[in-house]
């Protein structure tokens, strides 16, 4: 209980510190928002006015105080681009990126960790050193021309083979605006998905592969398990109860350590495939300036990756009964 | 002792420096400067491998008639100096950051770690979108940014390295024969304590150049004319279905760079710590 208490109480440290981050970041920032928003032939007065509406003219510790307890309170403000209340826009977004991202989140897992352990299996052989290759040259390629790729395989690809265009996959979107019968929707926008999740999932699992294979291997060398080979335990078992189960506590902060990598792909991802997610509410935040936005949604991404953080530490003790003292 | 080099090494370290050297001297013997516009409309989209009244094009020819080959040699040039530089920039940061911290065990030390934990919280790229977003875009920015959002793994480890040397014999010794902070710490600690840092520096290497093609492809890197992969890749990106050899070289002059250092990296690693794994 203690534990719990301590935990939580240095992920919210940790949080505060990012919002306090993200504030200074924002605000050491060249160029007044104000100036963003007016038309060029605005003159000084508006400008006055709308930075007094704004708060931009009050004292900036006293916009962070005010700011903080707003956030604390949900109110994410004001987007300078569209006038919407930021929380609005992510309410529309977040649903979209949870679905893609732990949906990647759990193939990533089970891809990874399944090639990992093969490898380790197999540690030093040729079958290891071509899977090293294949999942180093996956972690190495940039998602978004990944994403590039496949929607010019889905496209010019397809054509190219002659494949009706009833059989290809569809390059963009989350839905088809054709499709209104209500048992068609979910099969289409598993359709939709299946691009989006398979170039997250597998650049995911090439990072989760390389950490799974090292994390089974150092396993492997323990004397635990000559000493269990030698008294007589067959191979396998050996292999499951003093190998996998000793790597299983790593491989579990695993899922933690990929969560910013499914964030930032799903960037990318989002913003080719045209998703209407976070990330690609980021992307638009950026392009434009709007700091409200831009705040929010990094605020949001850092909150998921410490509470990942949070809950594998807090779940470690179940799989490692070495550290529930700790 | 000789060291024994893996087939997947020899290649990787090959194709690396033939890259290098291509991209180094190879724009300075192209017959067509790839930066300059002609007569577009006969030159534009040709497919790779064909040839039009001004030359041949192994990766065809872009929207405005130029050669991708010849920019893709071009563009390595910046591409392959951002991402050493920003490895390099994050390397020095991280190495005196993590030094600092582990050797003055303090309210410094506390600071810096709680620097490392908040930057850590945020996502890489997040937090490079947000900096390149708010600053003027450009070479120096994204140096820059490099820098900051990417010293906390090398100082993790440095740190970790100059607490344990601090306790040993040797630092003791010079201690007692009256050695100043300074050169204990240059002269005994961080010589000691920089071969993991050496190693993770160059592992940054790939990260730094897959960062710079994704910001540049976002229009918050290197900005054209200049030609980046990644802005390549943009510039490509609307010609997909039309010409798609206009994306997707660029796109395999990265993967082929940060595969091969990635793998030169991981060989270091596992020398370096003396197993096979690649912790």
């Known amino acids: 209980m203690a534990h719990l208490l301590r935990r939580s109480g240095i992920a919210l440290a940790l949080l505060w510190l990012v919002c306090t981050l993200t504030f200074a970041l924002v605000h050491s920032a060249p160029g007044d928002a104000a100036l963003l928003l007016l038309p060029p032939e605005a003159d000084a007065a ?28 949900g109110d994410l403000g004001t987007s300078l681009a569209t006038g919407r209340p930021v929380l609005e826009s992510i ?46 040259t996956m972690y190495s390629a940039p998602t978004f021309w990944l994403s590039l790729a496949c929607v010019a395989a889905v496209t010019v690809g397809a054509a190219a083979f002659g494949i009706p265009p009833a059989w290809r996959l569809p390059a963009f979107a989350l839905r088809d605006p054709g499709v209104l019968d209500a048992a068609a929707a979910p099969l289409d926008v598993l359709r939709h998905a299946v691009l989006p999740v398979l170039v997250l999932s597998l650049t995911g699992a090439a990072g989760v592969a390389r950490f799974a294979r090292s994390a089974i291997v150092e396993a492997s060398r323990g004397d635990y398990r000559r000493t269990a080979v030698a008294k007589g335990v067959t191979a396998g078992r050996a292999w499951r109860r003093h190998v996998v189960r000793v790597a299983l506590p790593s491989i579990a902060a695993l899922v933690a350590l990929s969560v910013p990598g499914i964030v930032a792909g799903s960037v990318f991802v989002e913003g080719v495939f045209a998703w209407p997610g976070m990330g690609k509410l980021l992307l638009a935040a950026v392009a434009q300036r709007d700091h409200p936005v831009i705040l929010a949604v990094t605020l949001l991404y850092a909150t998921a990756v410490i509470v990942t953080n949070l809950l594998t530490d807090l779940a470690l003790p179940l799989l490692d009964p070495r550290r529930t003292r700790a | 002792m000789r060291v024994h080099w893996p087939m997947r090494i020899r290649i990787s370290s090959g194709a690396l420096l033939l890259l290098i050297i291509g991209c180094v001297i190879g724009p300075m013997l192209l017959e067509r400067d790839p930066t300059i516009i002609g007569d577009v409309l006969a030159q534009r989209f040709r497919a790779p491998l064909s040839a039009d009244g001004g030359g041949w094009h192994l990766f065809g020819t872009d929207a405005f008639g130029r050669d991708v080959f010849g920019r893709l040699l071009l563009a390595g040039r910046l591409s392959l100096l951002v991402g050493v530089a920003g490895a390099l920039l994050s390397g020095v940061l991280g190495a005196l950051l993590g030094a600092l911290a582990g050797w003055s065990a303090g309210w410094l030390d506390r600071v810096i770690t709680a620097a490392s934990d908040t930057l850590q919280a945020i996502p890489r790229l997040v937090l490079l979108l947000a900096c390149a977003a708010l600053w003027k875009p450009g070479i120096p920015t994204l140096l820059t940014v490099l820098a900051l959002t990417g010293w906390m793994g090398v100082a993790r480890l440095v740190r970790a390295e100059v607490t344990g040397l601090v306790e040993r014999d040797f630092v003791a010794a010079a201690r007692v024969l009256g050695a100043t902070q300074l050169r204990m710490l240059a002269g005994h600690v961080f010589p000691n304590a920089i071969a993991p840092a050496l190693v993770a520096t160059t592992l940054g290497i790939g990260n730094a150049i897959l960062l710079e093609s994704g910001l540049s492809f976002l229009g918050l890197g290197v900005q054209p004319p200049s030609p980046s992969w990644g802005n390549m890749i943009a510039g490509g990106r609307e010609h997909l279905v039309t010409a798609p050899w206009i994306a997707l070289a660029p796109g395999l002059a990265v993967v082929v760079t940060v595969t091969a250092a990635t793998l030169i990296g991981d060989w270091l690693q596992e020398r370096a710590s003396g197993r096979t794994g690649l912790t």
């Open chain 1, 46 to 73: 508006t400008l006055v006015r709308l930075r007094a509406d704004l708060g931009l003219d009050a004292p900036l510790a006293q916009q962070y105080v005010r700011w903080l307890g707003n956030i604390a309170r």
């Open chain 1, 91 to 136: 309410r529309d977004a977040l649903p979209v990126s949870l679905g893609l991202g732990v949906s990647s989140l759990i193939l990533t897992v089970l891809i990874g960790v399944t090639i990992g352990s093969a490898q380790a299996r197999r540690a030093g052989s040729t079958t290891d050193t071509w899977l090293t290759i294949a999942s180093t």
